[in-house]
């Protein structure tokens, strides 16, 4: 059995009502009982060498065509750096770690991939099959090429264990669209430029391919660690890196990728799971020698003197074309359309299904903008979408879904509460707020309705016109929403 100091339990003494210094004679008999469970607990759950993937309903390869096509469209929006010493270097440590993936979890038809995106946000994220994607500011942050293993070793772990696909299959049934890489380069920049609708599009495909729960985060973890140690690579530098992150502070976005890598091992009111997993993660038995490597300090020098190339991903990536005439009225009969496999709504008859991945789109016709990947401009419409749940809270999730609104529409207002409203036979939660319109420059309306679904799904509907037309459209919003339904299809 493991030593544990109770020194290190993080009780504290109270005399007369007042908290002190951690008790180091006295410790108490519970908080130390407790402390050493789950020393035990997490020195059996990271040391054990069986880790099984969740339920999948896609195949190895279907996973590889998921994350080529996705690839591809990240590549397309996001610089990537061609430095050839900093390419070797990443490559040299992703291969060992790939080596040190268990015998069980390993998939023949798997093609990893490691690139750099030329942006300096602190980023990094993986796609079905092998794609895995670190950001330039990552590089630049990361202490040692231990914490930087940790990031490679994370990310691979999700493609081992197929987290992407299997948040896929469990959101299967209400799952709308297509998963693709469109919208993540919006995500990772912040660029989209196309207003809210494109940003709902963008918060739909992040939160299944770039967002994972705590059961997936800390099943990542535990294989990561097995891999680090297995690659030679101190295991502990998983546990520092977030540490490291944390440091970094908001201007290079080091708490929103905290936020998409929620920590596992911290559980309110419990001695400090990160203090106990650190010390499990220690214990495991490192294969070759660890010693700092020089290589890291010139690599990690030469990156941070390039230039972040902004070309590939500034608003005018997406060449607009000219609008239609606006303020068309939507029409006083309906028609019944598909939104999706499992989704049947009622829309103005005058509107029209407009392209879009991840999501579903009606607008009346000319009341969008065409671009080069599909009509995106929106300024009149409805949008349906189904999400991941991300918190399992229906307001927080919400409140994300607004975040996300806010990154590109620094005109957003929203004012709380929320209030209650009821969409597919579910209650759920509503809010009307006001923005500038990216295109027009005028001011629209914007209303919101959530409402949670079974297997983690989140279903959100949003409307959108000019401010001066809302009290035309609202009608039309109220209708869409009353008219939605599940259709259960075998």
């Known amino acids: 059995m493991p030593s544990i100091d109770p020194s290190e339990s993080g009780a504290a003494c109270r005399r007369d009502g007042v908290a002190g210094p951690p008790c180091r004679n006295r410790p108490s008999r519970s908080g130390l009982v407790l402390a050493v469970t789950l020393a035990i607990a997490l020195a059996t759950e990271v040391s054990a060498k069986n880790i099984p993937p969740p339920r999948n309903d896609f195949s190895p390869v279907e996973d590889v065509e998921l994350g080529r096509d996705a690839a591809t469209e990240v590549r397309r929006q996001i610089a990537v750096l061609g430095d050839p010493l900093v390419n070797e270097f990443i490559q040299e440590c992703a291969r060992r770690l790939v080596e040190a993936i268990p015998p069980s979890l390993r998939q023949t038809a798997f093609l990893y991939s490691f690139d750099i995106m030329n942006v300096t946000e602190i980023a990094s994220f993986a796609l079905p099959g092998g794609p895995v994607f670190i950001s330039h500011g990552m590089i630049q942050t990361v202490r040692s090429e231990g914490e930087l293993a940790g990031v490679i070793a994370h990310e691979l772990s999700h493609v081992a264990l197929r987290h992407g696909t299997a948040q896929v299959t469990a959101g299967s049934t209400f799952q709308i669209g297509a998963i693709t890489g ?6 990772i920049t912040r660029s989209s430029g196309h207003g809210i609708l494109a940003q709902g599009s963008s918060f739909a495909a992040s939160s299944y391919f770039l967002k994972y729960g705590y059961e997936f985060e800390r099943q990542a973890d535990r294989l990561a660690t097995q891999m680090m140690a297995g690659a030679g690579y101190d295991p502990r530098d998983l546990v520092s890196l977030r540490e490291t992150i944390q440091g970094a502070g908001a201007g290079r976005g080091g708490p929103r990728w905290l936020r998409s890598h929620p920590n596992p091992n911290v559980l309110d009111d419990e001695p ?7 010390g499990a993660a220690g214990r495991l038995p490192v294969d070759g020698p660890q010693t700092p490597s020089q290589q890291f300090d010139v690599m990690q020098a030469r990156i941070r003197a390039m230039p972040v190339d902004k070309a590939r ?7 607009v074309g000219t609008a239609g005439g606006f303020g068309v009225a939507p029409s006083g009969e309906s028609r019944i359309m598909a939104a999706g496999d499992s989704l049947m709504l009622s829309v103005p008859a005058n509107w029209n299904r407009v392209p879009a991945s991840n999501t579903v789109t009606f607008a009346p016709k000319g009341a969008f903008l065409n671009t080069l990947r599909g009509a995106m401009g929106v300024t009149h419409g409805v949008q349906v979408g189904i999400a991941r749940s991300l ?6 999730d919400t409140q994300a879904l607004l975040q996300t609104f806010s990154h590109t529409n620094p005109h957003l207002v929203w004012t709380p509460p929320f209030q209650r409203t009821s969409m597919a036979g579910r209650t ?7 923005n500038v319109s990216e295109r027009t420059g005028d001011f629209e309306q914007v209303s919101l309705v959530t409402v949670h679904l079974p297997g983690g799904s989140f279903l959100y509907l949003i409307g959108l016109s000019p401010l001066d037309e809302a009290g035309i459209y609202r009608n039309a919003f109220n209708h869409v929403r009353e008219s939605v339904q599940i259709v259960n299809r075998p």
């Open 182 to 187: 469109m919208d993540i380069g919006a995500v």
């Open 428 to 434: 759920g939660l509503t809010i009307t707020f006001s």
């Open 391 to 396: 918190t399992g809270d229906l307001q927080a």
């Open 313 to 319: 991903h500034r608003d005018g990536a997406f060449p």
């Open 272 to 278: 400090s799971r990160d203090k106990l997993f650190r």
